[in-house]
């Protein structure tokens, strides 16, 4: 039961993921691909003028089911909060947020959108394309 509750919600946030699009006036920028499923995500984040909490969030891009339904989720997991607090979000809170058993290609696809955002807390400190850097997911400032 609880099993299918988890599809569908991962069925309605692909269908019509929430926060989807660009965002003007980003702070901060951070992109992940996954070239085994062809995923690639683009979290953009505006964080308040003391760069402490998470005005808005939004994520672009395309991918499959999971890598969607999972950034979509999780921009509604971080929207409002303070860095410090995404910072400490876990890729085992991922794995909770998607509610079902997911095989090691599907890792992936549900890390995507948590990769993109860590690379985007990287540049904290101004607007900036995030480089390439470790699929570590988000890390303190």
Do not use: W
Request: charged share 25%; aromatic share 4%; net charge negative.
């Amino acid at each position: 039961m609880a099993y299918d509750m988890y599809q569908e919600v991962i069925l309605q946030h692909y269908r019509a993921p929430k926060n989807f699009g660009e965002l003007p006036g980003a702070t901060l920028r951070g992109e992940e691909s996954n070239p085994l499923c062809g995923d690639h995500i683009r979290m953009e984040l505006r964080l308040d003028d003391a760069h402490e909490r998470v005005e808005e969030v939004r994520f672009s891009g395309d991918g499959c089911a999971i890598s969607v339904a999972t950034a979509s989720l999780l921009t509604q997991k971080v929207q409002g909060h303070t860095v410090k607090e995404v910072t400490a979000i876990s890729r085992e809170d991922i794995f909770k947020m998607v509610g079902i058993p997911l095989s090691p290609v599907r890792v992936k696809c549900a890390l995507t959108g948590f990769v993109a955002l860590g690379r985007a807390l990287q540049g904290n400190s101004e607007t900036a394309e995030i480089p390439a850097a470790s699929e570590a997911g988000p890390s303190p400032p």
